[in-house]
C-alpha cells in the first residue's frame, strides 16, 4: 500500500520526512497541503488529518504519524533505514533530532517564514536579529561537530543527517550563507549524492509558495 505524506514544499519539516522515504526508496505519494489559504488550520484539517494543525503527517495503512522526528523513527523501526547501526548509535541519533528541533530548524524555520512569507512591513526586525544571532552559533556548533566526519552519526546518513539539513537547502533568505561553513557545505554534497535526492522544491508539491 502507497504510503501518503500531508506535506507543502516550502515546509523544511516536512522535507525531512519526504526525503526519509524518497532516500529509503519506499513506496509514498505527496497530498498537497495548501498551507499559505489556511487549509491546516480548518476545522477539516485538525478532524480528519492532525488536531494539531501541522505538517507533516504520514499515513501508512492504518498508522498516522505527524512531527517529523516520530516519522522518521518510525520509518527507520519499520522498514530498516537510517536508524544507526547499534543501540549507542540510534540515541546519538535522537540527540541530534531533538537538538535540531530545539536550536536548528526550531529557529531557521520561523526564521524565514518572518523574512519571506510576512508582508514586508510586518517583519519585526528585533526578532529576526535575535534568531540570526542564535542561528550564527548553532552554525557553529555543526559545523564543528562535521569536522573530520562524513556524517553526522557514524559511517552513513542516519536520521540526524535527514533533519539537520531539513531547512539548508532552501533558497529563501534566513540568514544561512552556507559557503561560511566549508563543514556543511561538505557535508550537504554528501547527502545530494545519495541516490535519490532532490531538492525540497523538487521533491514536494506546492512551490515555491502559491498563495491565492
Not at 526508496?25 to 489556511?38: A, I, T
Request: some cysteine; aromatic content about 12%.
Amino acid at each position: 500500500m502507497t504510503m501518503k505524506l500531508y506535506c507543502f514544499g516550502e515546509s523544511g519539516h516536512s522535507y525531512k520526512a519526504a526525503l526519509a522515504l524518497q532516500l529509503a526508496d519506499l513506496d509514498w505519494e505527496p497530498v498537497k497541503v495548501d498551507f499559505f489559504n489556511g487549509e491546516t488550520r480548518s476545522e477539516e484539517f485538525r478532524r480528519d488529518v492532525n488536531e494539531m494543525g501541522e505538517c507533516p503527517v504520514l499515513v501508512d495503512g492504518d498508522t498516522r504519524l505527524s512531527q517529523s522526528g516520530v516519522i522518521q523513527q518510525y520509518l527507520s523501526d519499520t522498514y530498516g533505514h537510517f536508524g544507526g547501526k547499534d543501540a549507542s548509535e540510534k540515541l546519538e541519533v535522537l540527540r541530534w533530532v531533538i537538538w535540531d528541533n530545539q536550536k536548528l530548524s526550531g529557529m531557521a524555520g520561523p526564521c524565514r517564514f518572518l523574512m519571506n512569507f510576512i508582508p514586508e512591513e510586518k517583519r519585526p526586525a528585533e526578532v529576526i536579529a535575535f534568531m540570526q544571532g542564535r542561528l550564527k552559533s548553532t552554525y557553529g556548533i555543526l559545523d564543528a561537530h562535521l569536522k573530520g566526519r562524513d556524517w553526522i552519526v557514524g559511517a552513513a546518513p542516519t536520521n540526524a543527517d535527514l533533519t539537520c539539513c531539513g531547512y539548508l537547502y532552501y533558497p529563501e533568505p534566513f540568514g544561512f550563507d552556507r559557503k561560511a561553513f566549508p563543514e556543511i557545505d561538505r557535508w550537504l554534497s554528501n547527502i545530494e549524492g545519495l541516490d535519490g535526492w532532490k531538492h525540497p522544491y523538487d521533491l514536494m508539491p506546492g512551490s515555491p509558495a502559491d498563495r491565492a
